[in-house]
T-cell receptor, first 110, second 113 residues
Framework: EDQVTQSPEALRLQEGESSSLNCSYT??????LFWYRQDPGKGPEFLFT???AGEEKEKERLKATLTKKESFLHITAPKPEDSATYLC???????????FGTGTQLKVEL | NAGVTQTPKFQVLKTGQSMTLQCAQD?????MSWYRQDPGMGLRLIHY???????DQGEVPNGYNVSRSTTEDFPLRLLSAAPSQTSVYFC????????????FGPGTRLLVL
């Protein structure tokens, strides 16, 4: 059975304190791994797609990496506006269906 | 481009009532899907469609019905609401080529009493 596990469940950082969020997965035939950001009361907002092990993508203070078993979302020098829930999802061969993890709730404090 | 729109934003139902959650997209996406989000459970796929006239079940389809008569619209029907269907519902759309980004709507919060 396909599984996506995110850790930690919650993370509290001071502004400027860099850290990483983890997404580990067990799925056969991975076609893509997606990272989304979700603010309270809103729908998930797309951040990155990673397709193969070794791939990296960056956007502002965020950098996503992918290995054969897990993905990391690195947050460098976070600001309070980075506070949100970060969701990881995988797509395997055979269609567009996504399997989501339960998310990491990040809070960045001044 | 409005993207993916959902109505209503919030709804309260009594057990046994029926209702339709509306979803529309203006990006000409073939693939549309419905998810529900519950605390500690993550997003779970209810139903999806790869084009007009084609629908299929996802992970948690029981109690829900869908149809796709146009490319733009993908309504989700609750036939007889139950308290277990209290949740936040998200509609998403994408191109149907695989490895495509799915874009989500703002969600409908449903409370079943």
């Amino acid at each position: 059975e396909d599984q996506v596990t995110q850790s930690p469940e919650a993370l509290r950082l001071q502004e400027g304190e860099s850290s990483s969020l983890n997404c580990s997965y067990t799925v056969s035939g991975l076609r893509g791994l997606f990272w989304y950001r979700q603010d309270p009361g809103k729908g998930p907002e797309f951040l990155f797609t990673l397709y193969s092990a070794g791939e990296e993508k960056e956007k502002e203070r965020l950098k996503a990496t992918l290995t054969k078993k897990e993905s990391f979302l690195h947050i460098t020098a976070p600001k309070p506006e980075d506070s949100a829930t970060y969701l990881c999802a995988v797509e395997k061969g055979g269609g567009n269906k996504l399997t989501f993890g339960t998310g990491t709730q990040l809070k960045v404090e001044l | 481009n409005a993207g993916v729109t959902q109505t209503p934003k919030f709804q309260v139902l009594k057990t046994g009532q029926s209702m339709t959650l509306q979803c529309a997209q203006d990006m000409n996406h073939e693939y549309m899907s419905w998810y529900r989000q519950d605390p500690g459970m993550g997003l779970r796929l209810i139903h999806y469609s790869v084009g007009a006239g084609i629908t299929d079940q996802g992970e948690v389809p029981n109690g829900y019905n869908v149809s796709r008569s146009t490319t733009e619209d993908f309504p989700l029907r609750l036939l007889s609401a139950a308290p277990s269907q209290t949740s936040v519902y998200f509609c998403a759309s994408s191109y149907n080529r695989g490895r495509e980004t799915q874009y989500f709507g703002p969600g409908t919060r449903l409370l079943v009493l």
